[in-house]
């Protein structure tokens, strides 16, 4: 599933123990979290039990993992405030639709944002000019769907990087603005612009005339 994730350009971080995942948790927020309920250390319920009681500004999205026919699990899941559930076993691609619907939803992106001839599907996450295909690395791609999201607010460098790196990455924050530098270079004549705006990070916007600015 990581490996899957990565790949698609996600930025994901493994807990293989319930504790550390509520440790994670606590020490910085996700946009999204799957949750195995068959956890040691700490149940998958009792951390969802302790996340939401602690996500009280921000309903952070769970998708939540049962065997399956184990409908108690999924009823006590839904109610302890998983966004939904799948039953194991399960094929990636639907785990992706999934994951991605929850994003889509809890970020309220409509299912396709236009930037200048730029245009990003966000249920696909495919992104093109004009109808052509725009050709992404997982981690540009990653870069553009983040600035996206923000709907025309800049993202701080270091929140931009924990979308795009995980715990493993040994990287740095300034490791971002190589992949703001490439996402920016693919960008030229869309009509799209990242621009760095001092002491608050970067946002994505249409340039003047449609060309992005010298």
Do not use: C
């Amino acid at each position: 599933m990581s490996r899957a994730l990565s790949e698609a350009g996600y930025a994901v971080d493994v807990m293989k123990r319930g504790d550390h995942a509520d440790h994670a948790l606590l020490s910085q927020p996700y946009d999204l979290v799957v949750l195995d309920l068959s956890l040691p250390g700490l149940d998958g319920l009792e951390v969802l039990r302790r996340m939401r009681a602690r996500d009280a500004t921000a309903h952070t999205p769970v998708l939540v993992l049962t065997a399956r026919g184990a409908m108690e699990d999924r009823v006590k899941g839904l109610n302890l405030g998983a966004d939904d559930y799948l039953p194991k076993p399960f094929d990636l691609p639907e785990l992706e639709a999934r994951i991605k619907a929850l994003l889509r939803r809890a970020g309220n992106l409509r299912p396709t944002v236009s930037i200048g001839r730029l245009a990003f599907d966000t249920a696909s996450r495919l992104a093109s000019v004009e109808g052509e295909p725009l050709a992404l690395t997982p981690r540009e791609l990653a870069v553009l769907e983040a600035l996206i999201s923000r709907q025309g607010k800049p993202i701080a460098r270091e929140v931009l990087f924990e979308k795009v790196f995980n715990f493993d990455d040994e990287a740095r924050p300034e490791a971002i603005e190589i992949y703001v530098h490439r996402l920016r270079k693919k960008l030229e004549g869309t009509g799209a612009s990242v621009k760095t705006l001092r002491g608050l990070g970067y946002l994505i916007t249409e340039a003047p005339g449609g060309e992005p600015p010298g």
